[in-house]
């Protein structure tokens, strides 16, 4: 540490601007010192090649410390520490041959931007293993895939032989551009990744014998009579017929019930039932049927897909057991129906006797919002809703 | 249509502007009697007089100051430099009174320096020079440069049609070593104008003078390669969209001049690429010039200075492997 | 001071011609007037300077208005100039306003060069004047290109070209000189020997009277009293005669001498003042004033009232001038048309006698 100035004592390390290794010239600057009077460049005393920096950036240290040695019978011209290799000749075409990457012309990287191509699926044919401008539109030309990220370290650019498919040659391999998705997919996956992010959503199953639906419902299908007792089970445990809006619950007198309707590959639609309450199992079943055509035919009214205090979706016909379904925002709920499948359970007779009986059964799959209840809510409203459909009668 | 010399097509060309205008007229060392020392006047002192074709006196800022005076009251003199490098006797003049005459007074110069310019023939250093250099960083100076029969005498037309100083470099080697289809009668090649001498898409040799025949030699068959070169014709004002055009198309870029390297219409071009033309560059703007030596004599030493075939075969075969 | 030339110049056969330059009383009063205004632009162009109005330098030629007065009064208005900063005189006389001049210096839009070039680096073309650049004399090959297209055209017209005595030691000087000699162009040299070129004495610049330089290159020179208005337009007179008819270039070399320093700049501590005291008795104006006023044929309180009067509403003029716009400074490099000259005014009486004797 120079003395700068007589009543100097100490100085501080503000930058080091060589490091290990690096040549330095004879009154080249080599670091960068603060003391109380002055903030200054020290020129190196002798030219060399900089073996250690003994204080490091930050530290104050006294007049007079050690702060750096210098091999002053290096040369320069020789390898620096870091560098494992010579500099390879020019004219040598080599990949990677000093650790580093090759460059990016501005062609290319422009090329590239607009395409969106990751450079490191594309076979450089330049200097150094670059890719050149006429790689790049070779490549861009052959339309190859374009993975949309930087592969992982365990992912390896190996492909498999695909498949045979039936499909026509006219079925090429996708192009690297890919579909948009849909308006519709769109709106429906924004709506269903808000939801997510907002509510707190929890999934309560409850177990229930169909029996009594199965035998009361007839030509129709067990959907409008699961709905009047999804009602009958709301009407008692009113807080699951609810709106949350941020912290604003709004339990609601009616029951305005959506019943999710499958539009097919464009998606889902969520009609609602308006005053599903003042309506029998007969009633529901016509207008949710009369929705559900008007729907597929998109003859909907916006005022009918919209305001629904609980939503009901029933894909159960397709066999699958059980669903975790995202609720139908601003609702605190959403009922899944899932298949009846008939299976042997313990039937348990008025003495209290136990013997297996084949009954249909189904799983009722209730996604709840836990800002607006607990479990044990929900599995009381499930409770009920399994009561009911037990219990149906005319 | 005839096949003439670059040579006389110069001369055809001066020709055709005397008779077409009687207030064009030359005046240089040499250039009466005896036809000047390259000829190109040959038999003007004969057709047009001794007040038309006028031996000067050898002092060069005289023959441009005069020209000055002259061209300010209506006439159009063609001087001409003995050798290119002779205009540095008359740099004064050229640089400081007709260059700015028209900026500062509104006044405007319609005259034209003839410039013998370049080597390749042991001329030595006062005798191989391209000064277009020092006068590109002179504001008010135009610059042509031909390097084909048919613009030699086009090129002529234009500068002396032309109300501004206007230096036209004609390369010495070239005189009776091109040859090509010039048109007869008077016709003007646009100014700030290059020519596609030959198309490509690979790589674009830029250049102007003698080296675009070096440059298509040079480039004729370099690993199968398409190689475009261009003829700027023009050095001020610069063609600089025909040259972004070029470079957009082929991303690789070599420049040729015979002029030595430093601050030269390389450096000019490579700067203009770079900042006009970044994100179309598949590599470095490369330059092929004489280095920043006096151009010497013996012919080894001459042949080790001026950008011959060789330099820029491997000049382009390095950048397209690049 | 004479010196022997190895060979002797050609005689020139209108030697002897020695023109009585013929003067009215109005031709004379207007020789004063321009004097007069010669100086009184510049001393308040020196205000202006002081006030802080003027950027860059500024050049008067205070003391030598004689020289550029008297010649320029010779020239017909299809004579062409090439005026230098110490010669206002001339400009005025071809009928550049005062206003004007004062705008240029001030670096206004409305100036004659649009603020493009300063102090006197001006020439109005219109009136068949090409501004001076710094290098000196290099207007004096452009007077010879002049020349030589008035000989080519067989015009009966002059190209008047002014410069210093420090010019005379300069190589372009010297071509001009010869170029003018060996063909024989109409022009004329007008050699203000003002007997410093900065601070660099005659003894200093050259060993010869330039003067002698003329036979050697073959043509008339003629030395004059500088401050005589009437001799240097005399001089000039015979001169341009000469010119016109054929007889090749003359050399005018006219003494003053110069009162302020080389610009505003210069405090000039190295003039012996007894020298300036020496020639303040010879100012051209108060010894031209004197002889009119014992011909008694002009007015002169009248005249110097007009002067000043003109002055102030020249100088009101000026200052309302606007400074250019920035946005312009990088146009008009090349031009798109042909140069045109004009003529220039000429109040000498004889060009209007001549004019309706034709």
């Known amino acids: 540490m120079p003395q700068m100035g007589v009543s100097v004592a100490e100085g501080t390390i503000t930058a080091w601007r060589k490091r290990p290794g690096d040549w330095v010239e004879r009154d080249e600057v080599i670091v960068e010192i603060s003391t109380d009077k002055v903030e200054t460049e020290v020129p190196s005393p002798a030219a060399g090649r900089v073996a250690e920096l003994v204080v490091e950036e930050g530290a104050t240290v006294d007049v007079g410390t050690l702060l750096a040695t210098i091999d002053t019978g290096s040369k320069p011209g020789q390898p620096h520490a870091d560098e494992s290799d010579p500099p390879p000749p020019a004219e040598e075409a080599e990949a990677n041959g000093n650790g580093k990457a090759p460059p990016v012309s501005p062609v290319v990287r422009r090329i590239a931007d607009e395409h969106s191509v990751e450079l490191s699926a594309v076979s450089g044919t330049g200097r150094r293993g670059r890719v050149t401008k006429k790689d790049l539109l070779a490549f861009l030309e052959q339309g190859a895939a374009k993975p949309a990220e930087r592969p992982l370290h365990i992912e390896s650019p190996y492909k498999e032989e695909p498949a045979p498919q039936p499909s026509t040659p006219a079925e090429a391999a996708p192009t690297g551009e890919g579909e948009r998705l849909s308006v519709m997919r769109r709106q429906i996956g924004e709506h269903m990744v808000r939801s997510l992010h907002e509510a707190a959503h929890c999934t309560t199953i409850v177990e229930a014998d169909m029996t009594a639906i199965e035998a009361a419902r007839g030509r129709l299908s067990y959907l409008p009579l699961v709905a009047r007792a999804t009602i009958a089970a709301l009407r008692e445990h009113p807080r699951l017929n609810a709106t949350l809006e941020g912290d604003r619950l709004t339990v609601h007198d009616e029951v305005h019930l959506g019943i999710a309707v499958s539009l097919g590959e464009e998606g889902l639609i969520v009609p609602v039932v308006r005053n599903a309450h003042e309506l029998s199992h007969e009633g529901l079943g016509a207008r949710i049927k009369d929705l559900a055509a008007r729907a597929r035919s998109k003859q909907l009214s916006p005022d009918e897909v919209g305001g629904a205090t609980f939503t009901i979706t029933n894909p159960g016909r397709y066999g699958a057991l059980l669903a975790t379904p995202i609720i139908n925002q601003p609702q605190v709920a959403i009922l899944d129906l899932e298949a009846v499948v008939k299976r042997p359970v313990v039937v348990t007779d008025g003495q209290g006797g136990d013997s297996i009986a084949i009954r249909p059964m189904t799983y009722f799959c209730m996604s709840w919002d836990h800002r607006a209840l607990d479990g044990v809510g929900a599995a009381e409203f499930l409770g009920s809703v399994k009561r009911h459909v037990e219990g149906w009668s005319d | ?322 | 001071m004479a010196t022997t030339t190895a060979r002797p110049a050609a005689l020139d056969p209108h030697q002897h011609l020695a023109h009585e330059a013929r003067l009215t009383v109005d031709d004379r009063r207007e020789l004063m007037r321009y004097m007069l205004l010669m100086r009184a632009t510049e001393e308040r162009a020196l205000n202006l300077y002081r006030q802080g109005k003027v950027p860059g330098s500024f050049y008067d030629g205070r003391g030598q208005e004689a020289v550029s007065v008297g010649s320029a009064f010779a020239l017909s208005p299809r004579d062409r100039a090439c005026i230098l900063h110490r010669d206002l005189g001339a400009h005025l006389l071809r009928g550049v306003r005062p206003g004007l001049v004062l705008a240029q210096m001030m670096g206004r839009a409305g100036g004659l060069t649009g603020g493009r070039d300063g102090n006197m680096h001006f020439g109005d073309k219109d009136l068949g004047c090409v501004g001076m650049v710094s290098m000196l004399p290099d207007m004096a090959l452009v007077a010879c290109g002049l020349g030589l297209a008035f000989q080519m055209r067989k015009e009966p017209r002059v190209a008047m070209t002014w410069f210093g005595d420090g010019s005379t030691a300069n190589g372009q000087w010297h071509e001009a000189m010869n170029v003018a000699g060996v063909r024989k162009l109409p022009v004329v040299f007008v050699l203000e020997n003002n007997q410093y070129a900065y601070s660099t004495p005659n003894s200093r610049e050259f060993v010869v009277d330039p003067i002698e330089r003329a036979a050697a290159y073959g043509f008339h020179g003629v030395k004059v009293n500088g401050n005589d208005v009437e001799a240097v337009l005399r001089a000039s007179a015979e001169a341009c005669e000469r010119a016109r008819q054929g007889g090749g270039p003359t050399l005018i070399e006219a003494e003053t001498m110069r009162m302020h320093g080389h610009g505003a700049h210069d405090d000039m501590s190295y003039v012996p003042p007894e020298m300036l005291e020496e020639w303040s008795q010879r100012d051209p104006i108060e010894t031209y004033e004197a002889r009119l006023r014992d011909a008694g044929r002009v007015d002169l309180d009248v005249l110097r009232e007009e002067v000043k009067a003109e002055l102030d509403s020249e100088t009101d003029w000026a200052l309302a001038q606007e400074m250019p716009d920035p946005s312009t400074a990088t146009g008009g490099v090349f031009a798109t048309e042909d140069p045109v000259m004009g003529d220039g005014k000429a109040p000498w009486s004889r060009w209007a006698q001549e004019a309706s004797n034709a």
Request: hydrophobic residues 40%.
């Open chain 2, 1 to 322: 249509m005839p096949e003439i010399t670059y040579l006389e097509a110069i001369s055809d060309g001066l020709r055709e502007e005397m008779r077409h205008d009687e207030s064009v007229f030359c005046m240089g060392e040499d250039i009466g009697e005896f036809g000047g020392a390259f000829k190109v006047t040959d038999g003007f002192f004969e057709e047009f007089g001794a007040d038309r074709v006028w031996d000067t006196p050898l002092a060069e800022n005289a023959i441009v100051g005069a020209a000055v005076g002259a061209a300010v009251e209506g006439l159009r003199p063609v001087c001409e430099m003995q050798f290119a490098d002779f205009i540095a006797c008359g740099f004064d003049q050229l640089v400081n009174v007709a260059g700015k005459m028209y900026y500062r007074q509104g006044l405007a110069v319609p005259m034209v320096v003839r410039l013998p310019s370049g080597g390749g023939f042991s001329g030595g250093p006062f005798h191989s020079q391209n000064p277009e250099a020092w006068f590109l960083q002179s504001p008010g100076l135009k610059v042509v440069a031909p390097s084909t029969a048919e613009d030699a005498k086009g090129l002529l037309a234009s500068a002396i049609r032309d109300p501004n100083p206007v230096l036209y470099l004609e390369h010495k080697n070239l005189y009776r070593r091109v040859k090509g289809d010039v048109p007869e009668g008077r016709y003007e090649t646009p100014m700030g104008e290059l020519r596609v001498a030959r198309e490509g898409t690979d790589l674009t040799v830029v250049s102007y003078g003698a080296m675009v025949h070096t440059a298509l030699e040079a480039t004729e068959d370099i690993d199968g390669a398409s190689i475009e070169v261009l003829d700027l014709r023009t050095l001020c004002p610069l063609d600089r969209d025909g040259i972004l055009e070029s470079v957009r198309k082929t991303s690789k870029v070599v420049v040729l001049h015979e002029a030595t390297r430093s601050c030269g219409v390389g450096a000019e071009v490579s700067s203009l690429i770079a900042e006009e033309a970044f994100e179309d560059l598949d590599g470095p703007v490369v330059r092929v010039t004489a280095p920043d030596v006096p151009i010497p004599f013996s012919p080894p030493l001459e042949r080790a200075v001026l950008p011959q075939v060789d330099d820029v075969r491997k000049a382009c075969h390095d950048l397209l492997a690049y």
